[in-house]
């Protein structure tokens, strides 16, 4: 098995002591005790990236009786590197607490209240942020959810995008009676820094490359090349909050694939629940129907249904603003495809800087380099702060031919729409 290089080993503090506190507060007993509690990565390698996960199988009494409990455990890495350098601050973990403490339930008492429900995410039983950055979660897959580990499909997109559009029409109906909803700035732009601009400008380079090796698609490279240092700014541009815009959503903001968790039965899914908040943003709402285009779609899914996929969203979304009693005015289709094109060069940004992550696991990117045996305990150690590491594992990934067959239909269709002018 392969597992996050900073999630081997609990910090000291996430011990029994720890999860009795937790405990005494979620089940407002403060006779509980805990007696066992065993503590495993909570994700596979690159599930999640700007945070560390556990999951702790906690044993306890209380009130006479012997009880277990899983749970996740979300905080920051104790190690020095890019992750730590992104959450020391807190700033993430803010957003996410506002819109679990706050945000999530008026969304969910306003869909009740018209008769839908519609879950949108789990449970958070605590959080804290002295004396360590701590959130703690009801383990969902105790209620038969659990990860996937491919793109969706067309039927399991329309269950995601039907939770964001449910999601964008409570926040625009309650933007103004929950005002901390036009707060929340935070957005993938507000975590670029020079570090990660360096990252992703090696990404679009590795693309660049491997442009001169397909036959026909030479001529792409430079202009994929010119895309370095000045796509931050267009995208940059994208997540700030302007008045330009037709109207304005908050935005989940990381709504792929690896941020949900799926309910399967009969090998169909049946419900889809969201994760991770960190960089949840008030703005276009082309923000997350284009970051979900390509980290959540399936290729087939994105190529062949996209006009499908954001009417079927575009349909949800004034249903549940009619069903609000909404009084403002309500978007048209064509307004909000006139902002996914606004906001286009999002789509080859994501595209030439992300999508490999989509396309390859990171499994598969590791057996075309050398892997990193723990001889002592078996298993294989990735280290998302290793940066060295992983542009060697994305070169691979640059040359899969998913990824390949993905860009060379895509970057004609991008230079004939502008998303290639900088």
Request: contains cysteine; negative net charge; glycine residues 6%.
């Amino acid at each position: 098995m392969v597992f996050n290089k900073d999630e081997m080993h609990a910090p000291a503090w996430m011990n029994s002591a720890f999860f009795e506190k937790v405990l005494k507060q979620s089940e407002n007993n403060n006779g509980l005790s805990v007696t066992e509690c065993q503590i495993v990565p909570g994700t596979r390698p690159g599930d999640h990236f700007a945070s560390i996960i556990f999951r702790a199988i906690v044993k306890y009494q209380s009130r006479g009786a012997d009880h277990e409990v899983s749970l996740i455990v979300k905080t920051v890495p104790d190690a020095n590197g890019l992750k730590r350098d992104i959450l020391k601050d807190g700033v993430l973990f803010d957003t996410e607490i506002v819109m679990y403490n706050t945000v999530m339930p008026e969304m969910h008492r306003l869909l009740r209240s018209v008769g839908d429900d519609t879950e949108l995410g789990p449970r958070l039983l605590c959080f804290a942020k002295e004396p360590n950055i701590v959130m703690v979660f009801e383990d969902i897959s105790k209620r038969g959810y659990s990860m996937k580990d491919k793109l969706l499909s067309l039927s399991e997109a329309k269950i995601a995008y039907k939770k964001m559009a449910r999601w964008h029409a409570a926040s625009v109906h309650l933007a103004n009676t929950v005002p901390v909803i036009k707060t929340l700035d935070k957005g993938l732009a507000s975590i670029t820094n020079d570090e990660f601009e360096t990252i992703w400008d090696s990404n679009i380079g590795l693309l660049a490359n491997v442009c001169k090796e397909w036959p026909g698609y030479e001529h792409f490279s430079e202009k994929v090349e010119n895309l370095k240092k000045k796509i931050h700014k267009k995208v940059n541009h994208i997540y700030q909050l302007k008045e330009s815009n037709i109207y304005n959503v908050l935005n989940h903001g990381d709504f792929h694939y690896k941020n949900m968790m799926y309910k399967v039965e009969n090998e169909t899914t049946k419900d889809i629940l969201l994760l991770d908040y960190q960089i949840s943003v008030w703005g276009s709402p082309a923000i997350d129907i284009i970051y979900s285009l390509y980290n959540l779609c399936s290729t087939e899914t994105r190529d062949n249904h996209r006009g499908e996929l954001i009417k079927f969203y575009y349909d949800e979304f004034v249903a549940s603003l009619n069903k609000f009693g909404h009084l403002g005015k309500i978007p048209t289709l064509l307004d909000l495809n006139v902002e996914i094109l606004k906001c286009g060069h999002l789509e080859i940004f994501l595209a030439s800087a992300f999508l490999p992550f989509m396309l390859v696991t990171f499994e598969e990117m590791m057996e075309e380099h050398s892997k990193n045996n723990d001889p002592e305990e078996g298993f294989e150690l990735f280290d998302m702060n290793n940066m060295e590491k992983m542009q060697e594992m994305l070169q691979a990934g640059y040359r899969k031919p998913g990824y390949a067959a993905v860009m060379q239909k895509s970057l004609p269709v991008f230079l004939t729409k502008g998303f290639l002018d900088v």
